[in-house]
């Protein structure tokens, strides 16, 4: 599906991603371990889903996909917050995934708003990458230099994208911007998509 996904479609789920960590931001909650599995991508509420749904639901109107642009006919949801919690109770614990989590969870167990955004920043790159390891590979040195390849890779396709990534996945979390700010930064770059 990524690499059949339109550029507008890639920045609807980046968008609708940032959107997420700003809500957890201000229910001040941590996830603790985004990543894709722990994304769903949901098709609009109300829309049949297959052929085959259509006898079970007779009395729901059908609506004309053909008339919507494509990322308005999915949407994004964040799931599984077994790891999360309030920001005091989550320090001193290396929590998440091999991948995901940023370099600060990693060394002192420094988990915070910023280190949801790293994670957030990874599941991004893969959004435009495609996946990039093999899940249980936990060689942190080897995930680190695919993600620069990776970065490299986007630099040349779409350096917009690629220089917003640069700061979301900085090894100095005061460096990456806020979820406020990246949301704000993926809508400015969708909006330039439109004219």
């Not at 968008?15 to 098709?43: F, G, M, W």
């Not at 350096?159 to 990246?182: F, H, I, M, Q, Y």
Request: proline content about 5%.
């Amino acid at each position: 599906m990524l690499y059949t996904m339109s550029r507008e479609m890639k920045i609807s789920i980046a968008t609708q991603i940032a959107r997420s960590l700003r809500e957890c931001r201000d229910a001040k909650v941590l996830h603790n371990d985004i990543k894709p599995e722990n994304i769903l991508l949901l098709s609009k509420r109300g829309e049949v889903a297959s052929k085959s749904n259509k006898a079970s639901t007779p009395t729901k109107k059908k609506r004309k996909r053909r008339n919507e642009p494509e990322p308005a006919r999915c949407r994004i949801k964040l799931i599984d917050f077994g790891m999360g919690g309030v920001p005091k109770d989550c320090q001193g614990y290396s929590v998440g995934t091999a991948g995901y989590m940023a370099p600060e969870v990693i060394d002192h167990g420094q988990c915070s708003y910023k280190s949801d955004i790293f994670a957030a920043g990874m599941c991004i790159l893969e959004v435009w990458m495609g996946q990039l390891w093999v899940v249980g590979k936990d060689d942190e040195a080897e995930m680190k230099k695919s993600r620069i390849d990776c970065l490299k890779r986007l630099d040349k396709s779409d350096p917009v994208v690629a220089e917003l990534l640069r700061r979301t996945l900085n090894s100095d979390p005061g460096k990456r911007p806020s979820a406020k700010t990246l949301q704000s930064e993926l809508i400015k770059i969708r909006k330039n998509l439109a004219k």
